[in-house]
């Protein structure tokens, strides 16, 4: 079935311990979306590839990278985890970008950060 | 900024009623807007969504409905069913997409 993956499914880093989240699709989409979750809010888009064109939202923190190294993966790196950036983190694809695009989404990975 | 709110974090129905699922939004910009649905440790699957032209989309038990003037849409159920029972996420989309924070939907047996 074709999917999108996410690994780990939980993670826990220590404050200020780089950590990265993974994301795979086997959908062959052109556009991967990371968005951050927190408890009872909105997904929040943090950045957005299409293809290899990334798209950063102004508000995302510095703090938060993303590498898209071929069309399947897609990595979130957050360089120094504070406490408030322990979260749901929701990988999404899309075919072509467009607001009529439905996106797909992984099952997330809750990052804790100690 | 929260573009979209979803004021009802819960909402309980019984089997076979009706769910109404309640969403405004505040950006005028928005020209389409989708509803998903998410499962616990799953990640948010597309359900419905309607085109800022109309003011109704129904697909089987599901039905949206949009009140521009009001920025105002609704999901409507029905007959709910107790596999119904789930995490409802609005979304406004324009160039992206932004977000409700879900209202959480029990349908009772």
């Known amino acids: ?114 | 900024d929260q573009q979209v709110k979803q004021n009802s974090p819960s909402l309980s129905v019984q089997e076979g009623r009706i769910s109404i699922l309640n969403c405004d939004y505040t950006n005028s910009m928005f020209d389409y807007f989708l509803w998903y649905k998410k499962y616990p440790a799953e990640g948010p699957t597309f359900l419905i969504s309607i085109s800022s032209i109309k003011d109704k989309n129904e697909d089987g038990r599901f039905t949206v409905f949009l009140n521009k003037s009001a920025k105002h849409l609704s999901l409507h159920i029905v007959p709910s069913q107790p596999g119904d029972s789930a995490v409802y996420f609005c979304a406004g989309a324009h160039n992206d997409m932004r977000f409700g924070a879900g209202t959480r939907l029990t349908v009772k047996p």
């Open chain 1, 1 to 114: 079935d074709a999917m999108v993956i996410q690994n780990p499914r939980y993670q826990v880093t220590q404050f200020g311990k780089p950590v990265t989240l993974s994301c795979s699709q086997t959908l062959n989409h052109n556009v991967m979306y990371w968005y951050q979750q927190k408890s009872s809010q909105a997904p929040k888009l943090l950045f957005h590839y299409y293809d290899k064109d990334f798209n950063n939202e102004a508000d995302t923190p510095d703090n938060f990278q993303s590498r898209r190294p071929n069309t399947s993966f897609c990595f979130l790196d957050i360089r120094s985890p504070g406490l408030g950036d322990a979260a749901m983190y929701l990988c999404a694809t899309s075919r072509g970008g467009g607001e009529t695009d439905t996106q797909y989404f992984g099952p997330g990975t809750r990052l804790t950060v100690l």
